[in-house]
């Protein structure tokens, strides 16, 4: 039987900030699955192209899927500008997820996103700096 858990480790590698900028989280599902994230900012703030990036692989017995959210993009090269740039073309993802959340309201239907949901995750980190600090994988209740 597996045991949903959380192991991450944490620290400040990057940039002398008083956060932690770099991690890896590994999240065991309660079927066996293991999930593993990468929460770090480890692109040169002054020189990376845009504020961040979002990918995900999904690895399964059936193939392989890989994500670039922020791909919808074109580079940029200007002599106003220090460093190359991305310039969105594609969709607005928090447009998306906030007109979703209002239509929700407005047809008196659920949230997409519920409160509870939010709570999990908000538990799901504060294990994870749990884990962190001790080393140590800790349970997921």
Same mark, same amino acid.
């Given at each position: 039987m597996?045991?949903?858990q959380?192991?991450?480790?944490?620290a400040?590698?990057?940039y002398?900030l008083p956060?932690?900028?770099? #991690?890896?989280v590994?999240?065991?599902?309660?079927n066996?699955?293991?999930v =593993?994230l990468?929460?770090?900012w480890?692109r040169?703030a002054?020189?990376f192209?845009?504020w #961040?990036d979002?990918?995900m692989?999904v690895?399964?017995t059936?193939?392989?899927s890989?994500?670039?959210?922020f791909a919808?993009?074109v580079?940029m090269? =200007?002599?106003?500008?220090?460093?190359?740039?991305?310039?969105?073309?594609?969709d607005d993802?928090?447009?998306?997820m906030?007109?979703?959340?209002?239509?929700?309201?407005?047809?008196?239907?659920?949230?997409?996103?519920?409160? $509870?949901?939010?709570?999990?995750a908000? $538990?799901l980190?504060?294990r994870?700096?749990?884990?962190?600090?001790t080393?140590?994988?800790?349970?997921v209740?």
């Amino acid at each position: 039987m597996y045991k949903r858990q959380v192991y991450a480790e944490v620290a400040t590698r990057y940039y002398e900030l008083p956060v932690d900028d770099c #991690g890896i989280v590994l999240i065991t599902m309660e079927n066996g699955v293991v999930v =593993s994230l990468d929460p770090s900012w480890s692109r040169p703030a002054q020189s990376f192209p845009t504020w #961040g990036d979002v990918t995900m692989e999904v690895t399964g017995t059936q193939g392989i899927s890989s994500i670039d959210v922020f791909a919808q993009n074109v580079e940029m090269y =200007s002599n106003r500008h220090i460093r190359a740039r991305l310039v969105p073309w594609g969709d607005d993802f928090d447009r998306l997820m906030i007109r979703d959340w209002l239509a929700a309201l407005q047809a008196g239907k659920p949230a997409p996103i519920t409160g $509870e949901d939010g709570l999990r995750a908000v $538990e799901l980190v504060e294990r994870a700096y749990q884990s962190a600090r001790t080393h140590q994988p800790v349970a997921v209740h």
